[in-house]
């Protein structure tokens, strides 16, 4: 395996919510080394399995790449691990279990639609609650940048765009981009409208 083809706007997959995990083996470690690895080469900060193709609950996400600003807290099962131990993170499973109650706006982009970009409101804390790749439960508390990639790819698992988190100003910004990039992605995958 290695780089996997990532899935574009106008693909059924993107809109499928993802099927648990069950099983932790061997294939699952090397299925999340080579999302990893695609969304690097994506130069990507997250990643959903339904960005390559396969609805199961199972993202990937990398806060600790060269050059990148951290201005995020986090608490990861009641300790603050250096990054650089907890980066790159798989989360299998995840659930968010709480939301803040404060809100901000950022400019998010998705690899799913490149070269697009827009704002979308989400809540500035979370608390999530995911498996990792052997299984073991865990609970992360964080804000900033890491809740907002989090809240993305978890959306992704639920069969959840940004797009559908922007208000109607914002996607009116977009709205041709995407049209564009839907017919697009339907030419490509030869799907018939
Ligand atoms: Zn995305």
Sequence with gaps: MGQLRITEYGEAVLKKPGEPITTFDASLAQLAD????????????????????????????????EGMEVDFDYMLDGKKPPLSLIMPMALVNPRIQE????????????????????I????????????DLEGV??????????ARCIQHEVDHLNGVLFIDRMDNKELSKINGALKQLKKQTLNNTGIQT
């Design 34 to 65: 080579d999302m990893i690895e695609t969304m690097y080469a994506a130069d990507g900060i997250g990643l959903a399995a339904q960005q390559i193709d396969q609805a199961i609950r199972l993202c990937v996400v990398d806060l600790y790449q």
């Design 99 to 118: 939301l803040g109650k404060n809100q901000n706006d950022y400019e998010e982009g998705c690899l799913s639609f490149p070269n697009i970009r827009a």
């Design 120 to 131: 979308v409101k989400r809540p500035e804390q979370i608390t999530v609650e995911y498996q």
């Design 137 to 146: 439960s865990h609970r992360l508390t964080c804000n900033g940048l890491l």
